[in-house]
């Protein structure tokens, strides 16, 4: 049975399984169950069936994607090219002309304001992206979202993990609800030159004292489930550098 959430989105229930939400897919009816045509087939395939784990449904949608495409998943741009909005950038604009095609195949965004942004980005890109995958919104939130908190490095001298993982928590829970789903934090880089200005960010230049905090600062965003809709995911930093 479908339920109309909204003039484009609908929700089928399944009886016995997950809900089913839809902007622009058609929906599978097979058995009294409902399925998301993913993979546009119109059959319930291993990418649509979401009686299989996750996992290997993800693994077999990548398969259907071009090189193009799989690249796009890894490109972030900022929300200020998609939306109009009042967003702090991080670093500057190096250019504005970027192709059609490229906004339509991005996999996250980053520095929007609101909910309300969050939710008009998804509904445009997914009216446009060919394989209707979900845009992953970002943020980098470092020491607090609304509430704004000491900044880690200050947090750090206070030798207090339930303090911090209390601040996280909280921080975690305002940016759920502004339409964040992954901060850029916990930063657990073993620093020890105050020139470079990112030694804000961590929480001092003991690698135990840093462990510690980075541990709270990931049990706070992320919670026991990332289901639970007042968290959001890590990704703890920078390991690539």
């Known amino acids: 049975m479908a339920i109309k959430a909204s003039d484009n989105f609908k929700i089928y ?31 319930v395939t291993k990418v649509n069936d979401w009686r ?46 970027t192709d059609e095609k490229c906004l339509q195949l991005i996999g996250n965004v980053l ?5 309300e942004e969050m939710r008009l980005i998804q509904k445009r890109h997914l009216e446009t992206d060919p394989n209707h995958i979900p845009i992953m919104f970002m943020m980098d939130v470092i020491h607090g979202y609304r509430t704004i908190y000491p900044i880690p490095l200050a947090l750090g001298c206070s030798f207090d993990a339930n303090l911090v993982e209390e601040c996280s928590r909280m921080a975690a829970k305002e940016a759920a609800s502004s339409g964040v789903q992954v901060t850029f934090a916990p930063m657990v880089d073993y620093v020890r030159d105050a020139r470079w200005g990112r030694v804000m960010e961590s929480c001092g230049e003991d690698n135990l004292v840093n462990s510690v905090m980075g541990a709270a600062q990931v049990r706070a965003f992320q919670g026991e489930n990332l289901k639970d809709p007042e968290h959001i995911a890590c990704c703890v930093k920078h390991f690539a550098a």
């Open 13 to 43: 229930q399944n009886p016995n399984g997950p809900s089913i939400g839809t902007l622009t897919r058609k929906v599978i009816e097979k058995d009294g169950l409902y399925f998301k045509d993913i993979d546009g087939t119109g059959e």
């Open 52 to 97: 299989i784990p996750a996992k290997e449904r993800a693994a077999a949608y990548a398969e259907t994607l071009t090189v193009e495409e799989k690249i796009g998943q890894l490109t972030q741009y900022n929300a200020n090219l998609l939306i109009k909005t009042d967003a702090k950038l991080t670093g500057p604009v190096i250019r504005t002309d």
């Open 111 to 115: 520095n929007f304001r609101s909910a």
